[in-house]
């Protein structure tokens, strides 16, 4: 008779018991012993970018879990194990005498390398590797792009087609009642640690990091590290992670019928806090914590009982709408790999010759995680974006907002976005997309890289011409400027006509509201007893008619990032001053389409149009590469009308129709 498994369970963005299809499949395997691990992968600790926030949702995360575990089996935990999973796992296949390792399989580019790694030390180790199983997205996202014709997917509408083949979404599965031992618990080998250097994230310490001192933890007991094990600055969120928070917060938005039923993410206002008008849930997407398939058939559920259906809210607006998003940008990205969040030698992103862009290194072609300061001018835009200094204060709050509390609606995120890239600074997108990863506590490469195409109109949208409004976009929901009060302090005394525009305000009443408009925000923010708040640092419409101008030009010239001449950098030649809002060369074959600079639309449109138009999205993405209307690489700039885009209340919906209650 054969002996009984003896598995490890290896844990890694599935932080949660409920619905686990990979865990399930190590419990089918009737295990004499069961391991759930986690090992501290270096990669994410020193490489990848990652706040204090995003560090603390993780630990929540972790502890919710192993508590959880503990309480089905008093003997059994989360083991962490401080080490690199390439190295750790074959000594303690060894150690542990393990038969079976399972995971959930992953698409992230860096994860299929480093499962392929294991799975062939643990070939070599005679050691089974369960890891067919996927629960981070509705669709397998592999098999959404064989569906897709082995293509990105590049909207919504390819999405619905692709998953039409594979069938109805798998319902979730129970948490398990009960959970196998772990076996015998010795390291009788040595630790390999890692080399810290080079340590992008030394910035958010403040103290000695001890990740790797001890391979088991300071009281070798497997314990969740703490902040100050890691050396980490304290977090500043309010928002906090864990299974059983996820599971909580799911009960109250289905509580809520109405909202669930209605909900249209257009229609929410991005400008509310305390509460905020949508779900939060996407953080426990991202680390697991809350399974996207008991959320999807939850709101189905919800929506399939409602009393008046005709009100019900529909794809891609809804809540399913968002779910599929998400599965669009990580087939997106199971399809391309690494150059999905980069342009260069991105097949599906245009070529722009935005400021700052990014280093490349030439063995591989992928970024380097460096840029050229092209622009002196540029770069000082992009610092004081990034720390909230423009000295326009509804980016500034949201800036500030995203910084402290590692999120901001998604609406704010598209206004931020459009600032820094097509509608201001003319700053490469890769630039914002590494800020949001070091502060965004739902960071997923995929959806982040994805979004800032989508919003400086590289891909999956094309209507550069479409800029958000600093000051009038933020009024349509929050007249007053609550919002702006509560993360730009400065200007709390400051009456609404001039909280979007304080440089308006005469010196006389700036001094009466405690807080003068001057400089560019690099001091202290005092002058005696007065704040200071910095002028603007640009003329917003003039800056927004140079970059549609320039976009336009670009959209014309018609290059993308796998294009001859933007890896050999003869692209230059086709630009005069490097493309900035002038008239480039033409290049033969490629030809602009439709109105790209927007003419014809009024400017009020211009000022307030949201660029993911999620009423549209569903067909959007034909202007770029790789949509529904692909017309080659020199086609559409940008022009065409498309359903939904008459008026701004098919944008917005009716001002006194936001939904702000809290989910």
């Not at 398939?293 to 607006?317: F, M």
């Not at 914002?432 to 590289?458: K, M, P, R």
């Not at 086709?574 to 493309?579: R, V």
Request: aromatic share 10%.
């Amino acid at each position: 008779m054969s002996p009984k498994p003896r598995v490890i369970y290896w844990f890694r963005t599935d932080l949660r018991l409920h619905d686990s299809p990979a865990l399930q499949a190590a419990l089918d395997l009737k295990p004499e012993c069961l391991y759930p691990i986690w090992t501290w992968d270096p990669h994410y600790v020193y490489r990848a970018r990652v706040g204090p926030n995003r560090w603390q949702f993780l630990l929540d995360c972790q502890s919710d879990l192993s508590a959880s575990i503990t309480k089905l089996n008093k003997k059994s935990k989360l083991l962490v194990l401080r080490e690199a999973p390439q190295t750790v796992l074959p000594k303690l296949f060894k150690a542990w005498n393990i038969t079976h390792l399972v995971f959930e399989r992953d698409t992230d580019p860096y994860a299929k390398e480093r499962d392929a790694k294991v799975m062939e030390m643990a070939k070599k180790a005679g050691v089974e590797v369960v890891a067919t199983r996927h629960g981070r997205t509705l669709y397998d996202p592999d098999e959404l792009v064989k569906a897709h014709g082995g293509k990105p997917t590049m909207s919504i509408s390819q999405v619905q087609h692709a998953a039409e083949k594979l069938g109805a979404v798998p319902k979730p599965l129970d948490a398990p009642q009960s959970l196998p031992d772990p076996g015998d618990l010795s390291l009788d080998f040595e630790q390999t640690q890692p080399s810290p250097e080079p340590d992008i994230n030394s910035i958010q310490r403040d103290r000695d990091e001890k990740s790797y001192t001890t391979l088991s933890g300071p009281k070798a007991d497997f314990a969740v590290p703490t902040m100050s094990e890691l050396g980490l600055k304290p977090a500043t969120t309010p928002h906090r992670g864990g299974e059983t928070l996820a599971l909580a917060a799911l009960d109250a938005l289905i509580a809520n019928e109405h909202y669930t039923t209605t909900f249209s993410k257009p229609e929410t206002a991005p400008t509310a806090f305390s509460p905020q008008s949508t779900t939060l849930l996407s953080p426990h997407h991202h680390f697991g914590s809350l399974s996207v398939r008991l959320l999807y058939w939850r709101v189905q559920a919800v929506i399939a009982k409602a009393e008046n259906k005709k009100k019900a809210s529909t794809i891609p607006t809804n809540l399913i709408g968002q779910l599929l998003f998400r599965d669009m940008y990580f087939a997106a990205q199971a399809a391309l790999g690494y150059p999905f969040a980069q342009t260069f030698n991105n097949p599906t992103a245009r070529f722009i010759p935005w400021h700052l862009p990014s280093k490349t290194d030439p063995s591989t072609s992928l970024v380097t995680g460096s840029y050229t300061i092209d622009s002196p001018e540029a770069e000082t835009w992009f610092q004081r974006w990034k720390f909230g200094r423009t000295g326009f204060p509804w980016i500034d709050a949201l800036m500030r907002q995203l910084r402290h509390e590692g999120w901001i609606h998604h609406l704010g995120r598209h206004a931020v976005a459009c600032f820094l890239t097509r509608g201001g600074c003319y700053v490469d997108w890769e630039r914002g997309a590494e800020v949001f990863e070091e502060w965004l506590i739902d960071h997923e490469t995929s959806c982040n890289s994805g979004n800032w195409q989508w919003l400086s109109c590289t891909a999956f949208f094309a209507q550069f011409y479409r800029c958000y409004s600093p000051v009038a976009f933020p009024k349509r929901t929050d007249a007053d400027g609550e919002f702006v009060r509560r993360f730009v302090p400065e200007l709390g005394k400051f009456p609404k006509r001039f909280v979007y525009e304080p440089w308006k305000a005469s010196l006389v009443d700036q001094r009466r509201w405690g807080c003068f408009v001057k400089g560019d925000g690099c001091g202290d923010g005092e002058e005696g007893e007065y704040k200071v708040y910095p002028k603007p640092m640009f003329d917003f419409d003039k800056r927004r008619g140079i970059c549609i101008a320039g976009m336009k030009n670009a959209y014309r010239i018609g290059l993308y990032g796998d294009d001859a001449r933007v890896k050999d950098g003869s692209w230059r030649e086709l630009f005069d001053d490097e493309g900035e809002g002038v008239r480039g060369k033409t290049v033969e074959g490629h030809t602009a389409d439709g109105d790209g600079d927007g003419k014809g639309v009024h400017k009020e449109k211009m000022d307030l149009g949201i660029d993911q138009d999620e009423r549209e999205a569903a067909h959007a993405g034909g202007e770029n590469k790789g949509g529904d209307d692909d017309v080659g690489r020199g086609g559409g700039g940008g022009g065409k009308r498309k359903r939904g885009q008459g008026t701004l209340d098919q944008h917005f919906g009716s001002p006194g129709k936001r939904k702000r209650g809290r989910v």
